[in-house]
């Protein structure tokens, strides 16, 4: 195998985006948890409806307790500028969990109108046609 083939194929692997996210949630994909790395202020500003909060510094000594080792993991944070999506999935990996890392974070997921659950409920911002077709929920790539 290429280094090439090799480095897309892990990537692939331990990566997905906000629009497989949305497909695998919308689906009730069995096993599938999708957890929200950030403080409590960020959570309580908005979310992905469905997800487990679960602080990276917590998840050593709570994840067990709430999520099935069977599970697939999804981690997410704010967005691509900050990796601690990606210091969640390493505590997930170092438990034994099957972990991914959700590119784009919770701005990508807001920015291409998926819905985000508030205290005041569940609202959907415009689709940001930079990030997203405006009709549809593929991109075709």
């Not at 709430?66 to 390493?90: D, E, F, H, M």
Request: aromatic content about 8%; proline content about 4%; some cysteine.
């Amino acid at each position: 195998m290429s280094a090439a083939v090799a480095h897309f194929t892990a990537r692939l692997t331990f990566e997905t985006d906000v629009a497989d996210v949305a497909a695998d949630l919308a689906a009730a994909t069995p096993d599938f948890v999708v957890v929200d790395s950030r403080s409590q202020e960020s959570w309580d500003q908005g979310h992905i409806e469905g997800a487990v909060h679960l602080p990276t510094a917590e998840i050593a000594t709570r994840a067990a307790a709430l999520i099935p080792k069977s599970s697939l993991v999804v981690t997410y944070c704010w967005g691509p500028g900050c990796n601690g999506a990606t210091r969640a999935a390493l505590e997930f990996a170092k438990l034994g969990y099957e972990v991914k890392e959700m590119l784009g974070g919770f701005e990508y997921w807001a920015r291409e109108g998926f819905p985000v659950e508030t205290a005041s409920g569940i609202t959907r911002r415009e689709v940001d046609t930079l990030t997203a077709p405006v009709r549809g929920i593929v991109c075709g790539c």
